[in-house]
Structures are given as C-alpha cells and as structure tokens.
C-alpha cells in the first residue's frame, strides 16, 4: 500500500463521486438527461478508481476485479460521451444510441460477470500499472469488447467537448465555456493516455492520469456553467 | 449608411492570451483525438492487444 497505487485511485474515486453528487444536484434542479448520464459515467469513473484503490491496499479478489473491468475499463467512456450526445445531438438519435448503449453495457455485464478468471494474473506483487488491463480475462470475446465501448465514448466525449469549444470559439462568445469545454476534453483524454502509458511499463501512469482527468473534468464542468464577470479589459474586444 | 458599414467592421474577439491559447488547445485536442483512435481501432483489429 502506498500513497500511487492506493491513495491516488480512492482520491479519484472520491472526486468522482462528489462530481457526480453535483451533477445529479444540478439535475434535480434543471432536468436535461445529459447531466444524469454524466453524473452515471462519474459513478462508474468512481467505482473504477475504488476497486484500483482497494486492489493497491488488498490486492485483487474476482468480484473487485469484475467490477473494476466492467465499470472502469468497459463503460466508464461511453456513458460520460452518451451524456454529450443527449447534450449535441437530435433527441431521436440520442434516444436510439442510449438503447443501444443501454443493451450493450447490459451485455457487457453478463460477459464480464460470467467470465473466466485466471487467479495468477491477478498479481498483486507489481505495481508497474501491468495489472490493470484485462489479461486476467481468459473467456474469449469479454476483452475484445472494450474498444468498441471507448471508440464511442471517445468521439462523443472528447469530440463533443471539443467541437463545442470550437463552435463558441468561432463566434466568440461564452468564454468560460470554451475553457471549460476544453478542459474537458483535455480531462477525458488523459486515462486513456495514462492506460496506454501504464502497460508500457511506466509505474503509477494509470493513476496519475485518471486522478488528473476526474480534476480537469470537474474543474471544466464548474467554469463551463460558471459564466465569467467580465471587466472592460477582459470582455471580448469589438474592432 | 456609415451605421452600416461601421456594424459590418465589428468583430469580436477574446482578450488575447484566450485567442491565442484556444486554437493552439483544439488542434492539440484534435492531434490526440486522432491518435488515440487509431490506438483503439488497433486495438479493435487485433493489433495491439497488449493495450486492452
């Protein structure tokens, strides 16, 4: 146990469940399902972070790992990024991609909780990030899932928040939320970055980045409703 | 008519460091959005399988 592998993923965990708590708050108060299917990612994003900090306290029991590979690396991405499709997108497209999605994770659900684990892959001897990938995994077709999901959340989270700051760079309008989307998009990349960079062997990568990204996202979510007072010299300049 | 073409001119703009800061952000953006498909979509083919 030590403050990388143990602390970082339940720090995560805990930001992500509070950003969730303000989500489903602003939900309450507002209406707009794209704040409850983010504040649903960010469960996930939190349940994926307490089973990474409680495989770096106890190690890797079936269940934790299960929950950790259904809700952390399968689903996490594709619910945040269905959020922002309900945020963008026709109401009828939405509604057909969350049955989808919906179907899909369900699916996911059964395939992961039915799998076959191989106990002696799940090591809690290394702590070099190698352990969090799926090769525990040895039924056929429950890993192979896993990209499908996070090409989908990838291009609905990080493209939606990207082609939004663009779009309110293009007019010039709303600076905050042109921040506040680009920190977003910038927060969702990085557990990916952190993934990839984790099974390259660079200790601690997974974490850093995913406790990262759960601080970007909120921060980015904060300014982008948080419209900036704008002075004389801070307003948008009329040449 | 000077009305018009005076409203025609108006542009406008973010205080600088934002002007220059955003675009460079987005294609920064784009750049890794990119890269991580083509990862993903690897990793979808097979070809790296090591990353799932």
């Not at chain 1, 805990?14 to 960010?42: K, T």
């Not at chain 1, 299960?66 to 959020?83: D, E, K, S």
């Not at chain 1, 684990?117 to 070099?128: A, E, F, G, Y």
């Not at chain 1, 990916?192 to 996202?217: D, N």
Request: aromatic share 16%.
């Amino acid at each position: 146990m030590n403050f990388m592998n143990t602390f970082l993923p339940f720090g995560s965990s805990l930001i992500s469940f509070a950003f969730a708590v303000v989500l489903f708050i602003r939900f309450w108060q507002r209406r707009g399902l794209h704040l409850l299917l983010w504040g649903i990612g960010m469960i996930f994003y939190g349940i994926g972070g307490f089973c990474e900090g409680y495989f770096g306290a106890f190690g890797w029991n079936p269940l934790i790992f299960r929950l950790w590979y259904l809700f952390g690396a399968i689903l996490v991405a594709a619910w945040l990024g269905q959020g922002t499709v309900y945020l963008l997108a026709k109401k009828t497209w939405a509604h057909g991609l969350l049955i989808l999605l919906t179907l899909g994770s369900i699916y996911g659900l059964i395939r992961v909780f039915g799998a076959e684990l191989d106990p002696n892959l799940m090591t809690t001897s290394l702590h070099t990030g190698s352990e969090m990938s799926g090769h525990a995994i040895v039924s056929t077709g429950v890993r192979s899932l896993t990209p499908f999901f996070n090409l989908y959340g990838t291009v609905a989270l990080v493209g939606g928040a990207a082609y939004s700051a663009w779009i309110f760079w293009k007019k010039r309008v709303l600076l905050h939320r042109t921040i506040g989307n680009i920190m977003i998009a910038l927060g969702a990349m990085l557990p990916a970055f952190g993934g990839t960079f984790s099974r390259m062997g660079i200790s601690g990568a997974l974490y850093i980045s995913e406790f990262l990204g759960a601080v970007l996202m909120f921060i980015g979510f904060i300014r982008a409703t948080s419209p900036i007072e704008e002075t004389e010299e801070d307003s948008p300049i009329q040449i | 008519m000077p009305n018009k073409s005076k409203k025609l001119q108006t542009k406008r703009e973010y205080p600088p460091f934002w002007e220059k800061f955003i675009p460079v952000a987005l294609i920064v953006i784009a750049v890794i959005v990119v890269f991580l498909l083509i990862v993903i979509i690897s990793v979808a083919l097979g070809i790296f399988p090591f990353m799932r």
